[in-house]
T-cell receptor, first 114, second 110 residues
Framework: NAGVTQTPKFQVLKTGQSMTLQCAQD?????MYWYRQDPGMGLRLIYY???????DKGEVPNGYNVSRLNKREFSLRLESAAPSQTSVYFC?????????????FGPGTRLLVL | QKEVEQDPGPLSVPEGAIVSLNCTYS??????FMWYRQYSRKGPELLMY????GNKEDGRFTAQVDKSSKYISLFIRDSQPSDSATYLC??????????FGKGTRLSVIA
């Protein structure tokens, strides 16, 4: 049981290049999320998918697109990378208990845009 | 004003101290309150959760929610160097995604 996995772990891009961050979970969770974490800014939600086949914008969606490929996989695409997108990106998946939602996070992808 | 405010610290305490971490919020519709712990270069992990107002205790950790003051706290008793991490509060209404605070970086010095 690997939990939430993310690839790649680290990436360097030049301004204008595109790339896709991959995320997969093996916990059979319905909901999946993409966050970015910047110093002094905390975790900010980019996009989320409440269930397979649905996606919704979060707090900072501009410059990103997502695909919920199936129940396991949720990818994040940067079409034309900008230096402002330099950040650590976390994918998460969640399950609902009686009164709570537990989000399980991946190890993160460190992205540097030059 | 952001929905959730959290003092980023850093906070440095000696081993064995009692630590108090706090968040304030503005949205009175928040019902679910959580604390996540994040070690350096790792993803966050759920530490504590509380539904609505009240206290919850788990070992050395106590979470408190005061909905009348829109204020939540996490207390760590007998703090250990292994507690050194960033602590993020998080909260949500019934059907919206989690909103996170910015996190407080804690260092416990042996």
């Amino acid at each position: 049981n690997a939990g939430v996995t993310q690839t790649p772990k680290f990436q360097v891009l030049k301004t204008g290049q595109s790339m896709t961050l991959q995320c997969a979970q093996d916990m059979n969770h319905n909901s999946m999320y993409w966050y970015r974490q910047d110093p002094g800014m905390g975790l900010r939600l980019i996009y989320y998918s409440a269930s397979e086949g649905t996606t919704d914008k979060g707090e900072v969606p501009n410059g990103y697109n997502v695909s919920r490929l199936n129940k396991r996989e949720f990818s994040l695409r940067l079409e034309s990378a900008a230096p402002s997108q330099t950040s650590v990106y976390f994918c998460a998946s969640s399950e609902w208990g009686e009164y709570q939602e537990t989000q399980y996070f991946g190890p993160g992808t460190r992205l540097l845009v030059l | 004003q952001k929905e959730v405010e959290q003092d980023p610290g850093p906070l440095s305490v000696p081993e064995g101290a009692i630590v108090s971490l706090n968040c304030t919020y503005s949205n009175s519709a928040f019902q679910y309150f959580m604390w996540y712990r994040q070690y350096s270069r790792k993803g966050p992990e759920l530490l504590m959760y509380t539904y609505s107002s009240g206290n919850k205790e788990d070992g050395r950790f106590t979470a408190q929610v005061d909905k009348s003051s829109k204020y939540i706290s996490l207390f760590i008793r007998d703090s250990q160097p292994s507690d050194s991490a960033t602590y993020l509060c998080a909260m949500r209404t019934g059907n919206t995604p989690l909103v996170f605070g910015k996190g407080t970086r804690l260092s416990v010095i042996a």
